[in-house]
C-alpha cells in the first residue's frame, strides 16, 4: 500500500492512537539550568490526550505546583531512559494486540524539555540517560507497530544559550538533528520546535513553553479549520503561522518545523481526532480559555465568519477572556455554544519587552483560507542548513593524540628529572672519573626532562584549543557517531 493510499484509509476510518508523553526539566549532560514548566507541559498534553482517546502514557516528574494544578494525573514513572523504554516496551506489546484484532494504529511520542549537542551527537535531556538521535530511531520509531508515527519535540541546543528555551529568533534547532534523513521510516512524520534565542521560551504568563502551548491549542481545535474534529498536518503548520504572524521582531518570533509523513502527501495526514461534538461559536477576536484553577487551556482567533469548534475539558464553569481581560463569558455545565463576551476583570501590568512581543501571538486571524495557503506554499525544508555541526574527524583525532602525547611528555619529564636527581644526589663524594660520568647522565636527564616539558606543554595547548574551538568534552578518545568508542569523559566542556 503507497503512503497516499494509507493516508486517505486513516483519514476515512477510526483509528487506535497510542502515546508517549515525556516532560523534563532537567536533562543528563545538558549544559543549561533547570526549566520551570516542561513538567506542566507534558501533563497538560497527557490530560489532553487522554480526552481525545488516545492510551497516553506520562513519564514526568512533576512538582508541587504541577501536582496541586493536576492532583488527579499521576505519572507512570519519572523521565529516565529506563523508563522510557520499558514504557515503550509495554505500549508496543499494546500496539500489536491492537494490529492482530484487525484496529490500525498511530503512535505518538511528544517531549518537552532540553536538548543539547555533544561531539555532534544530538539528544534530548532526561532525568537520568540521553535519549538520542539512534536510539529514537533504532529503539523506538524503527520498532514501533503502527501504521503512522507522529513526533513532537519542543526541546532546543540551549548549552550555547543564557537562557533555556528561547522566545524564537535566530534558532539554533537541535531537534533538527532528529529530522527526517534517509534512515527514516516514511510513515514517521515530525512537528518541532526550533527554539533557542536569549530569553526563555517558557512564558510566565502561560506557565508553558511557547510552542507547547500553541501545539495544544491547534489540538484542541483552534486549528481545526474545516471543522471535521481532526487536525492534520496542513491546519497545524498553517496555524502555527498564523499564530506567530503579528510578532515583528523576527528575533523574538517562535519558529517550528512541521514534517509531514511522507512529505507533501503527508499534509492531510491527522495527529489527532476528536469524537465530540465539541463547543462551537464565531470567536473573531483574540479570546483565550481558562479552567477554574487559573491554568490557560488554549488561544483561539477565527477570522471573520469562521465558526470554530473547540474540544473541552467536561468541568465546569471554564472561562473564555479577551486578549485585553476586559470582558469574558463563563461557560457553564450545558454549554455547547460560545456567546458574546461581557465586561469582566481589570488587566494586569505588562512586564517588559518580550511580554509586549509575546502578547502578539495569536493577532492574525486563523480560518480555511491559511489552510490553503499553507498547502499551497509548504517545501519540504532543507535540514542540511539547519544541522549542528560536530568536530570534524581530523579534530577529534588530533585532540585525542595531544592528550595522549601530553601525558607522555609528562611522564618523560618526570622520568627526566628523576633521573637528574638520583645521579646528582651522592655526586660529590665520587671521584673525579666517576663524577664526570655522573654528570652526564645529569645532563642527559635534565635534556629529557626539558623536552618533555616542552612536548606535554605543545600538546597541551593543542588539545585546550581544540577543545575552545569545538566544546569538546574535557577528555576523550575518538568519539564515534553517537559517541565514544574509548573515553574517559567529564561531563563539562573545556
Not at 516542561?38 to 512533576?62: Q, Y
Not at 491546519?235 to 518570533?253: D, S, V
Not at 618526570?414 to 665520587?430: M, P, Y
Not at 645532563?443 to 574551538?469: D, E, P, Q, R, S
Request: net charge negative.
Amino acid at each position: 500500500m503507497t503512503l497516499a493510499a494509507l493516508m486517505l484509509v486513516l483519514a476515512n476510518a477510526p483509528v487506535h492512537r497510542f502515546a508517549l508523553v515525556v516532560g523534563s526539566n532537567t536533562g543528563e549532560g545538558v549544559r543549561a539550568a533547570p526549566l520551570r514548566f516542561a513538567d506542566d507541559d507534558a501533563v497538560a498534553m497527557h490530560e489532553l490526550l487522554l480526552e481525545a482517546g488516545v492510551e497516553s502514557v506520562l513519564l514526568a516528574s512533576p512538582d508541587a505546583d504541577t501536582r496541586r494544578l493536576h492532583p488527579r494525573t499521576t505519572p507512570l514513572a519519572p523521565p529516565t531512559l529506563d523508563a522510557l523504554k520499558g514504557a515503550f516496551a509495554a505500549q508496543r506489546a499494546s500496539m500489536e494486540r491492537a494490529r492482530a484484532s484487525g484496529e490500525r494504529v498511530e503512535w505518538l511520542f511528544v517531549f518537552s524539555g532540553h536538548g543539547d549537542v555533544e561531539q555532534g551527537v544530538g539528544f534530548l535531556g532526561l532525568e537520568q540517560g540521553r535519549l538520542t538521535r539512534a536510539v529514537l530511531h533504532d529503539e523506538l520509531l524503527a520498532r514501533v507497530p503502527a501504521e503512522v508515527a507522529h513526533v513532537v519535540l519542543d526541546a532546543c541546543r540551549s548549552g550555547a544559550l543564557v537562557a533555556s528555551k528561547g522566545p524564537g529568533g535566530l534558532r539554533l534547532p537541535m531537534p533538527a538533528v532528529f529530522a527526517p534523513g534517509p534512515s527514516w521510516p516514511p510513515t514517521v512524520g515530525f512537528l518541532l520546535s526550533a527554539s533557542s534565542a536569549k530569553d526563555s521560551h517558557e512564558w510566565e504568563k502561560w506557565q508553558a513553553g511557547v510552542f507547547s502551548y500553541e501545539v495544544r491549542s491547534a489540538l484542541r481545535g483552534a486549528a481545526d479549520a474545516n471543522r471535521d474534529g481532526a487536525v492534520s498536518y496542513a491546519e497545524l503548520g498553517a496555524f502555527l503561522e498564523a499564530a506567530n504572524a503579528a510578532i515583528e521582531n523576527p528575533r523574538l518570533r517562535p519558529d517550528f518545523l512541521a514534517l509531514p509523513p511522507g512529505g507533501r502527501e503527508g499534509l492531510t495526514a491527522s495527529l489527532l481526532s476528536w469524537g465530540s461534538a465539541g463547543v462551537v461559536g464565531p470567536l473573531a477576536e483574540p479570546v483565550y480559555l481558562e479552567r477554574p484553577n487559573g491554568e490557560r487551556l488554549l488561544d483561539v482567533h477565527a477570522a471573520p465568519g469562521h465558526v470554530t469548534r473547540l474540544q473541552l475539558p467536561d468541568e465546569r464553569p471554564l472561562y473564555v477572556r479577551s486578549r485585553d481581560e476586559r470582558r469574558e463569558l463563563v461557560l457553564a455545565a450545558a454549554s455547547v455554544e460560545l456567546a458574546a463576551l461581557v465586561d469582566g476583570p481589570t488587566p494586569p501590568a505588562q512586564r517588559g519587552a518580550v511580554d509586549r512581543a509575546l502578547d502578539r501571538l495569536f493577532l492574525t486571524p486563523f480560518d480555511e483560507a491559511h489552510v490553503a495557503r499553507y498547502t499551497e506554499t509548504w517545501r519540504a525544508p532543507s535540514l542540511e542548513t539547519l544541522a549542528v555541526e560536530g568536530p570534524p574527524r581530523s579534530a577529534q583525532v588530533t585532540r585525542a593524540a595531544a592528550a595522549v602525547a601530553t601525558l607522555v611528555g609528562v611522564a618523560t619529564a618526570a622520568t627526566g628529572f628523576s633521573i637528574a636527581w638520583t645521579q646528582a644526589r651522592d655526586a660529590a663524594e665520587l671521584d673525579q672519573r666517576a663524577r664526570l660520568e655522573r654528570n652526564r647522565l645529569v645532563g642527559l636527564g635534565n635534556t629529557l626532562g626539558i623536552t618533555g616539558l616542552a612536548v606535554a606543554g605543545v600538546a597541551a595547548v593543542t588539545w585546550g584549543v581544540l577543545g575552545l574551538v569545538w566544546e569538546l568534552p574535557v577528555f576523550g578518545l575518538l568519539p564515534s557517531a553517537e559517541g565514544p568508542v574509548a573515553a574517559v569523559s567529564w561531563s563539562t566542556t573545556f
